[in-house]
């Protein structure tokens, strides 16, 4: 079972460049969710989807957007990458209305922004 | 809103060895879960343990164990008998239980463990 896919895992832009991370998870799982992780800070919550169809902010959205193109996929997009942006994004999700159930994650993408 | 606190940036311990990280965390929830996940060199996220704060009974799996006091809103991880796989980064991380199942966890800023021979 391959779980949670993130694509790519490492990736490299200058300033003001695009691009979307992609996930995808075989699990039939309803909640996605898309984490920062930067030294010192933890992990911090960018946006989620609860099910299909929804997506909502986290702590730390501006500079992104995403899609839940499917219940299977949970795209992030950095429209104009800024140097803050520079860090390890990941991909996760769980099983809606089973609250017990654990995150699953994805193995990471380190972005690079110069 | 919750906050995790992790005091210990970096700890080291020596091989078979016991070992005990720290987390505090601020909530005026009454109901709630609280998680340990390990983040090896690969950088996975990898599921520790988990206690749920109205269980007054300590979480334990295998070699890991929680010392959870929940007035004193500590949530500490012990880690009998460690061994060199045991090294990573150990992030502490707060969930408030939502009906629609929806999974918002609080992470604290993570202590790195490093066992030695």
């Known amino acids: 079972n391959a779980g949670v896919t993130q694509t790519p895992k490492f990736q490299v832009l200058k300033t003001g460049q695009s691009m979307t991370l992609q996930c995808a998870q075989d699990?039939?799982?309803?909640?996605m969710y898309w984490y920062r992780q930067d030294p010192g800070m933890g992990l911090r919550l960018i946006y989620y989807s609860a099910s299909e169809g929804t997506t909502d902010k986290g702590e730390v959205p501006n500079g992104y957007n995403v899609s839940r193109l499917n219940k299977r996929e949970f795209s992030l997009r950095l429209e104009s990458a800024a140097p803050s942006q520079t860090s390890v994004y990941f991909c996760?999700?769980?099983?809606?209305?089973?609250?017990?159930?654990?995150?699953?994650f994805g193995s990471g993408t380190q972005l690079s922004v110069l | 809103a919750q906050t995790v606190t992790q005091s210990q940036p970096e700890m080291s311990v020596q091989e078979a060895e016991t070992v005990t990280l720290s987390c505090t965390y601020d909530?005026?929830?009454?109901?709630?879960?609280l998680f340990w996940y390990k983040q090896p060199p690969s950088r996975q996220m990898i599921l520790v343990i988990r206690?749920?704060?109205?269980?007054?009974q300590n979480a334990t799996e295998n070699r890991f164990s929680v010392n959870f006091q929940k007035a004193a809103k500590s949530f500490s991880l012990k880690i009998s008998d460690s061994q060199l796989g045991d090294t990573a980064m150990y992030f502490c991380?707060?969930?408030?239980?939502?009906?629609?199942?929806?999974?918002?966890?609080?992470f604290g800023t993570g202590t790195r463990l490093l066992v030695s021979p």
């Open positions: 699990m039939n799982h309803n909640s």
């Open positions: 206690q749920e704060a109205y269980k007054q």
């Open positions: 909530t005026s929830e009454s109901n709630y879960y």
């Open positions: 996760a999700s769980s099983e809606a209305g089973t609250i017990r159930e654990k995150l699953f």
């Open positions: 991380a707060f969930m408030k239980p939502l009906n629609t199942g929806f999974q918002k966890l609080v």
